[in-house]
């Protein structure tokens, strides 16, 4: 390896080195000496077998290895799966972080958005072109369950602190070196704060259980996947969005980018999935979308203090500002403030009336909630626009503009939720629903093209199949259970433009 190579590569040695050290010290701290002087003979063998090759190291490794209690067996096991782990963490922060030497540096990556718009650019092919192509685009990554994930989310938790830490540190020392601080006592404090946390967070993973007990029921699964939305989603698709829109000349780009997910709705081989669980996901999927607008809104609120006695407004601003039923009168004087205080009561509202849950802040009651979240989105536009109209688009870009591309992203549903099912089901219950309206009394019978040409006359009838007041058989209520209760809903947390007929949010 050369040695700019290994100046490129000293950083992830240092964090492996800094994670390693601490999670020695808390084996030695909570098992004993003994254990930790166990396992650190188990390292060096293993090393000294792997790197040099040494026989001698791998006879004793193994014979080392058998001699091992079940205690034991268990205590080395743990040490060097979270190891592995902690591993893993340095090496994904060092991938982050030579990515950003090579965006300081002006370099661009294979894969990034940088390098597919150049490649573009070079083919000749105009900004306004690739935004009216994404305009009639759709990409909409779809989460799936998995049931047999082991991890726990208190350790996907305390892992994703571990790697925040690693970039704070990052960042200390960059500062240090800005500054020329090597003799200010300013830094090494800093720095020992930041190995503390790592230190407390390496514990926590070492005393939590690292397996589950049990299989992920499917609540379990969708909170699961809602996490990834608080942690990344829902503030990282936004900036995708802005830095697609910087690198086309700030060519305004449509929302083509959306989520979707099997979680909740996929039945296909699993009797846990029900209208119930549909509805838990929906309900659920709404309360993290709308708490996210709610924290946002609240916050745009702190920062738009700006005075009508300092500043002019737009017409429709003074409307908005006007119809808020907040009449404190330390804000008389401040429109955006008061204006945004309604909407908040508007989105607590809409919040408790979608999914039964509360805002955490009451400036005024709750009150007139969204039908939409076009409504929602087009107060926040009159806002945005007021603020353009009057030479204020700095305050526009760091909260308002994600908060926007947000609420055209996820509405008020988060993600659509794909119906999943195996054909054969829907088939049975399409049956029992035609021989009980008298209709077709063997629709299984049927080859294709009479199927088809049944159900095409059909679906151009008005008239419902389910004949009110008769029985159905349990596979038949189960499946109608989960369309029915949910029509209305889907058509509330719909986002028009990218609905499908194959989710939980169907085109109204």
Not at 333 to 359: F, I
Not at 404 to 419: K, M, N, Q, Y
Not at 421 to 431: F, P, R, T
């Amino acid at each position: 390896m050369s040695g700019r190579a290994r100046d490129n590569e000293r950083p992830l040695v240092e964090d492996i080195r800094l994670l390693g050290r601490i999670l020695g010290d808390v084996i030695r701290e909570q098992e004993g000496v003994a254990a930790y002087e166990l396992i650190e003979q188990i390292r060096k063998l293993s090393v000294a077998f792997r790197r040099d090759a040494d026989q001698e190291a791998d006879k004793a490794l193994k014979k080392l290895l058998k001699g091992l209690s079940g205690d034991q067996t268990v205590s080395v096991i743990r040490a060097f799966t979270y190891f592995s782990h902690l591993a893993n963490l340095a090496e994904d922060r060092h991938h982050i972080r030579r990515r950003a030497i090579h965006e300081r540096a002006g370099d661009t990556q294979e894969g990034s958005i940088e390098v597919a718009l150049a490649c573009l650019r070079w083919a000749g092919i105009a900004p306004k072109t690739i935004a009216n192509t994404l305009a009639h685009s759709f990409v909409s990554p779809v989460l799936t369950a998995h049931p047999t994930e082991v991890q726990r989310k208190s350790i996907l938790d305390a892992e994703r602190d571990i790697a925040q830490l690693l970039t704070a540190r990052d960042d200390i020392k960059a500062l240090a070196r800005a500054l020329n601080a090597a003799k200010d006592a300013l830094t090494p404090r800093e720095l020992a704060a930041n190995e503390a946390q790592l230190r407390a967070r390496v514990m926590q993973l070492w005393q939590t259980r690292l397996l589950r007990f049990s299989k992920l029921t499917v609540a379990d699964e969708i909170e699961n996947a809602l996490s990834y939305y608080e942690a990344t989603f829902l503030r990282e698709i936004p900036k995708i969005y802005a830095n697609l829109e910087r690198e086309l000349g700030n060519q305004p780009v449509h929302s083509f980018l959306r989520m979707g997910q099997w979680i909740g709705g996929d039945r296909d081989g699993n009797p846990n999935v029900s209208a119930e669980t549909l509805n838990y996901a929906l309900r659920r999927q709404a309360d993290v979308a709308l708490r996210h607008y709610l924290t946002e809104v609240h916050f745009l609120g702190g920062e738009l203090s700006l005075s009508a006695m300092l500043v002019d407004f737009s017409a429709d601003m003074r409307l908005l500002a006007e119809s808020s039923p907040d009449t404190n009168e330390h804000r008389k004087d401040e429109p955006y403030r008061r204006a945004l205080t309604g909407v908040y009561a508007r989105l607590a509202a809409t919040l408790k009336e979608l999914t039964g849950g509360e805002a955490a802040r009451h400036a005024v009651a709750p009150q007139n909630a969204y039908v939409r979240s076009e409504d929602f989105l087009a107060d926040l536009r009159t806002i945005e626009a007021s603020l353009k109209s009057h030479h204020s688009e700095a305050l526009i870009a760091q909260r308002l503009h994600p908060l926007i591309r947000a609420v055209e992203v996820f509405g008020f549903h988060l993600a659509t939720v794909d119906l999943r099912q195996s054909s054969d089901k829907h088939e049975e219950v399409v049956a029992e629903l035609l021989a009980v309206a008298r209709i077709e009394p063997q629709y299984a019978s049927l080859d294709e093209a009479a199927k088809r040409a049944l159900l095409i006359r059909l679906l151009n009838d008005a008239r419902p199949l389910r004949v009110i007041g008769t029985s159905y058989s349990a596979h038949a209520q189960s499946e109608l259970a989960i369309l029915k209760p949910h029509a209305r809903r889907a058509h509330v947390l719909a986002r028009k433009p990218y609905a499908t007929t194959s989710s939980a949010t169907p085109k109204p």
